[in-house]
Antibody
Framework: QEQLVQSGAEVKKPGASVRVSCAAS????????IHWVRQAPGQGLEWMGW????????FYAQKFQGRVTMTRDKSITTAYMELARLRSDDTAVYYC???????????????WGRGTMVTVSS | DIVLTQSPDSLAVSLGERATITCKSS????????????LAWYQQKQGQPPKLFIY???TRESGVPDRFSGSVSGTDFTLTISSLQPEDVAVYYC?????????FGQGTRLEIK
């Protein structure tokens, strides 16, 4: 079935970087954008940006520009999100999501990974 | 940025009763090319990722019970659950994917009264 499988939980110190992977299966990887959304404990959803798996193109939320890098490896149908210079307020669950589409147009985020908990603590 | 404001922040409804959540957008999210409002609703249960429930403001995703419906009036969007069931306890988020950045409402927590 169509799914996104994310890498496991991470614990990092302030100032470090983290890379989260997102392996896609069950559908044509290059046919759908992958977005990244994060959710701090007890908080709402925050969009971080997207990557186009076909071209490798990216678009980042202004808040994360200069700190986030989204990439992909088409050969293993996997997307990556790397966040640098981590701070304690980066502690959150990070989700990769598929940008779904129908014949008439985009339909929102139709497939979600299970999430990767990233804890930033000294 | 397009700001989405949900109301209420939390809601308690008796089983079998109607639940209504609203989402007000700071600007239009209507895609003129296909006449679709790029507004989605998600359900998030405790400890789980969000799940797409409604897109284009009123189209139910496959498998979503028909007691869930979405409607729109201009830039005001509504999610209605016609007869609340125990499994509907969750946080509901609206999202616009018309413009960048993609934005979400702050969420509405739905509980059983």
């Amino acid at each position: 079935q169509e799914q996104l499988v994310q890498s496991g939980a991470e614990v990092k110190k302030p100032g470090a970087s983290v890379r989260v992977s997102c392996a896609a299966s069950g559908y044509m990887f290059t046919g759908y954008y992958i977005h990244w959304v994060r959710q701090a404990p007890g908080q709402g959803l925050e969009w971080m940006g997207w990557t186009n798996p076909y071209t490798g193109g990216t678009f980042y939320a202004q808040k994360f520009q200069g700190r986030v890098t989204m990439t992909r490896d088409k050969s293993i149908t996997t997307a990556y999100m790397e966040l640098a210079r981590l701070r304690s307020d980066d502690t959150a669950v990070y989700y990769c999501v598929r940008d779904g589409k129908a014949l008439a147009g985009n339909i929102g985020f139709d497939i979600w990974g299970r999430g990767t908990m990233v804890t930033v603590s000294s | 940025d397009i700001v989405l404001t949900q109301s209420p922040d939390s809601l308690a409804v008796s089983l079998g009763e109607r639940a209504t959540i609203t989402c007000k957008s700071s600007q239009s999210v209507l895609n003129g090319a296909n006449s679709k409002n790029y507004l989605a609703w998600y359900q998030q249960k405790q400890g789980q990722p969000p799940k797409l429930f409604i897109y284009w403001a009123s189209t139910r995703e496959s498998g979503v019970p028909d007691r869930f419906s979405g409607s729109v009036s201009g830039t005001d969007f509504t999610l209605t659950i016609s007869s609340l069931q125990p499994e509907d306890v969750a946080v509901y988020y609206c999202q616009q994917y018309y413009g960048l950045p993609v934005t979400f409402g702050q969420g509405t927590r739905l509980e059983i009264k």
